[in-house]
């Protein structure tokens, strides 16, 4: 009987041995992805930037649809301004700018602000390093999108 035992305490000890390189072999925690691909860069001068071949010049509030948001950005004056953006970023002269578009906004209780019909859109790129605070993110609804339940 004890050659036995020994045999399948050898056999028990074996496994464990196996389970526990086993375990050793295995990620226990999900490897770690690389981060996104930044968003189109546009090339090397602000006169690149301006040029209009990267991005429109200018657009109309009916093209400004739900790929964009509202933002409102304070300035390192403490100047409050609302713009709208994909969230795509350009690098000129060694700084970041986001790239907005100055559109005038609707400013109804009914439902969220959103670019005036009939209203253009002038493109501008706002230094990032000049932003002091960054908030009130809106979505921007389509136009053939129902209005929201009014809140009770």
Known sequence: MRPKTMTAAALLGGLAAGTLLGLAAMRLTPPIKAAPAPLAAAPGTVADL???KT??????AEQIGPTYHLVFLVD???KPSQYATRGETAQAGGETFLVCYDVPVTNAQSHPAQPKAGS???L?????????A????IPI????APAPAPAP
């Open 76 to 78: 390192g004056q403490g």
């Open 50 to 52: 301006y040029a209009g």
């Open 134 to 137: 960054m908030g009130g993110i």
């Open 141 to 144: 609804q389509s136009a053939d």
């Open 124 to 132: 501008i790129f706002v230094n990032l390093r000049a932003v002091q």
């Open 120 to 122: 253009v859109g002038q």
């Open 55 to 60: 991005y429109p010049l200018a657009l109309k």
